[in-house]
């Protein structure tokens, strides 16, 4: 097979019948796709030129409408009920992280990974990684700052902390510290990620000699745009 990389447009109607030709590819073999196999039947069965071949191929995959490698076809994906609601879970939240996902779905490590696996190849979902945690998106959020703070804010004591400030503006550590019952060093290590993160500032404070917290407002709508659930 030709290098997809050389690939040329595609006449109308060629691509469609290469799609058809994969999916009877993979039905008939029941096995994972394979592109050389493909391409050998687009040039025998369809008549196609390797050129035409080739671009037809490039265009599928492109578009992510075939993978080579699984036995899935872009149709198949969301025909599964527990993708389509994990799919629609990540679309409402987005910078879940596994953890979340599962215990949404109520589902184990290995049906997770699967299915997020197999979502993100088929251009449905993408995945960012953050330090430790693996954050996932809808693929047509762009990706921008707010990326890192969604994934950040989703850690539960994270979030608890931001909604204190959210809740009582201009406060000051030990007064969260006192209403969320937390060590005053771990709400500090939770503001000073939200500080680096700009999605809240702060304002000296001369009678304490410290600082006082408020949410970013701009920020913060920019947050509940993309994921209205945060309001709270």
Not at 80 to 107: C, E, F, W
């Amino acid at each position: 097979m030709e290098s997809l990389a050389g690939a040329t447009d595609v006449a109308p109607g060629i691509e469609e019948s290469m799609y058809k030709l994969a999916v009877d590819l993979i039905n008939q073999t029941n096995r994972p796709l394979k592109i050389g196999e493909l391409f050998a039947l687009a040039t025998s069965r369809l008549g196609l030129t390797a050129p035409q071949a080739n671009a037809a191929i490039y265009g599928l995959i492109k578009k992510k409408v075939i993978v080579e490698g699984s036995k899935l076809t872009y149709q198949d994906i969301l025909a599964n009920p527990l993708r389509s609601q994990i799919a629609d879970y990540i679309t409402k939240n987005p910078g879940s992280h596994v953890r979340d996902i599962r215990r949404a779905m109520n589902i184990d490590n290995a049906e997770s990974a699967w299915h997020l696996k197999m979502l993100e190849k088929f251009g449905l979902l993408r995945s960012k990684r953050f330090g430790k945690y693996l954050a996932y998106y809808p693929a047509n959020l762009a990706e921008s700052a707010y990326d890192e703070i969604l994934c950040t804010i989703r850690q539960d004591t994270t979030y608890r902390v931001l909604y204190d400030v959210f809740s009582t503006p201009n406060t000051a550590l030990p007064e969260i510290s006192q209403r969320l019952g937390m060590n005053p060093s771990t709400v500090q290590y939770h503001v000073d990620k939200l500080l680096k993160l700009n999605v809240i500032y702060a304002a000296s404070d001369p009678a304490t000699n410290g600082s006082r917290f408020t949410v970013n407002s701009e920020v913060w709508g920019g947050i509940l745009q993309i994921a209205p659930g945060f309001s709270g």
